[in-house]
């Protein structure tokens, strides 16, 4: 709440702020957030194929990248999303428009180190996020482990930390 009695959260809201996700919230965050992946993956293919058309234009064909590397930037860029993004602000695109944010054990943002952790498992161990479905605590196998929530967080600021 603002010194002037306003504040941003709807009043419906109110009483889910702060409270752990369930896995409807975070799925639709998640595709939100794949989409972005997908069109920084595009763009920077564009680009290559931009770069590979103005170093020889007679001779230009689009470049086939193969699984592996396409597969490696995909992981990459991914990890690199999530980790500056909960770093910064403890919240990706995706959580942004679903109004999450993930913090740690402390209600406080993730140290570069744990939003590292934390994009790493989840990029390698994605099926573990489909444990909030069944977890009473709305936790993830990553938010256990590594001790860290997601919740609904509709603040315009980022949490204390």
Known sequence: MSESGLTAVPREARTYQGRRAGIVTRLAAS????AVV????LTGYAAVAGLLFVWEPRGFTFPDLGVVVSLASALAVL?????LAWWISGRTYGCLVMGLRVVNYRNDRLRLTGALLRALFCAFFPLGLLWVAVSPSNRSIQDEVLRT?????????????
Request: proline residues 8%; neutral net charge; without cysteine.
């Open 149 to 161: 929530s997601v919740v609904y967080d509709w603040q315009p600021r980022t949490p204390k930390g």
């Open 31 to 34: 595709v939100i957030d794949a």
């Open 38 to 41: 997908g069109l920084f993956l």
């Open 79 to 83: 990890v690199a999303y999530l980790t």
